[in-house]
């Protein structure tokens, strides 16, 4: 493992081997074997904090750890990524996949993201739009994927504070306070959600599919209480529900269990290795495929010997 507390050290080193990773937490990445190659871990530091008359604008350096950010925004009063508390995980990995929760995806607070680009060591800023991002997606994870370093990530912060309280058990929540819903998106997901530290997963294990609405139509016909919800180009469903409805939630093949109160997350309840993962996770998506005529995504990183590897 090689850490690194600047963009320089990071590339003169990178450009020693032609096999390299790069891990921000490492919460979204499953190493299904021995990589055979150079791991980097982002130490990179540093919150920066400006104001405009109507923002807090803050420059964060991408090892910063997501929600130590959250929560020290939290303390100086500086108010909006609450509902994003307790995601696992690197600043500079946020924007990668547009990291979001109860009803709040981080790209509403990104302002701009800076990166180098690995081979050439140029140094760019990207502004929001230029991101594009997505559903769990960016610019990141399309045309840029593997070839940058996120070195900070600029967040502008409204200083009128208006909370998102449409999703879920915020709902109930009247009128709260930031720290209100930073305390009930923690104690919700505790309840949950399996802690990393405690029992190993990576979140989510799939994204949520998104199918066209003459799709979304015929399934409804074949399963009424079918969930959807309509996104700009289609239906998206709860992968959740598809795989609860397959009969996975809550069983266990090789040492790994689809989860009882999150089926979206796999654990592993002590001897599991890669290969096990890997063999109920293509279980789950063939069963959903022939049952629904949907191919679901990995949301999680695996990588092997020779890095990334596609399910
Ligand atoms: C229990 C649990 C709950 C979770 N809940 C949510 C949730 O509610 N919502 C959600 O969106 N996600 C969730 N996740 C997923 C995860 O938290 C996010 O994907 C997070 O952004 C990963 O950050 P990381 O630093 O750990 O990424 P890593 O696993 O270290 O890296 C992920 C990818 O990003 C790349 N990368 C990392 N840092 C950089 C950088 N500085 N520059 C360029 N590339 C980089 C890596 O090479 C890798 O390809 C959850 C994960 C877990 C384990």
């Not at 871990?41 to 920066?48: F, K, L, Y």
């Not at 999680?300 to 020779?306: E, M, Q």
Request: charged share 20%; net charge negative.
């Amino acid at each position: 493992m090689i850490s690194f507390s600047s963009p320089e050290l990071f590339r003169a080193r990178w450009l020693q081997s032609d096999t390299n990773y790069l891990l921000g937490g490492g919460s979204n990445t499953l190493f299904l074997e021995d990589f055979d190659g150079q791991v980097f871990i982002n130490e990179m530091r540093g919150i920066e904090h400006a104001e405009s008359d109507t923002h807090h604008l803050l420059r964060v350096a991408g090892g910063e750890n997501w929600h130590a950010l959250v929560t020290y925004c939290l303390d100086k009063g500086w108010y909006g990524m609450e509902n994003l508390a307790l995601i696992p995980g690197s600043v500079g990995a946020s924007p990668i996949q547009n990291i979001g929760a109860y009803g709040v995806e981080v790209g509403q607070f990104i302002a701009s993201v800076e990166l180098i680009d690995i081979q050439s060591g140029k140094a760019t800023t990207l502004n929001n739009s230029e991101c594009e991002f997505g559903y769990r997606d960016s610019v990141f994870k399309k045309a840029l994927a593997g070839k940058t370093l996120i070195t900070h990530v600029n967040f502008a912060l409204p200083k009128t504070y208006s909370p998102v309280v449409s999703y879920g058990e915020l709902a109930a929540l009247d009128n709260p306070t930031a720290q209100q819903v930073y305390d009930t998106v923690i104690a919700v997901r505790k309840s949950k959600l399996p802690d990393p530290d405690e029992l190993g997963n990576a979140g989510s294990f799939f994204k949520n599919p998104v199918v066209s609405v003459s799709h979304f139509e015929r399934l409804k016909k074949a399963a009424s209480t079918i969930p959807g919800f309509v996104v700009d180009n289609g239906v998206k469903i709860p992968a959740a529900w598809l795989i609860d409805q397959c009969g996975f939630k809550g069983k266990t093949e090789g040492g790994v269990r689809c989860h009882i109160t999150q089926p979206l997350v796999l654990t592993n309840t002590g001897e599991a290795v890669g290969n096990d993962v890997v063999k109920l996770a293509r279980s789950i998506m063939d069963t959903v495929r022939e049952r629904y005529d949907i191919a679901l995504e990995a949301e999680v990183r695996l990588v092997g010997r020779n890095g990334v590897i596609n399910l």
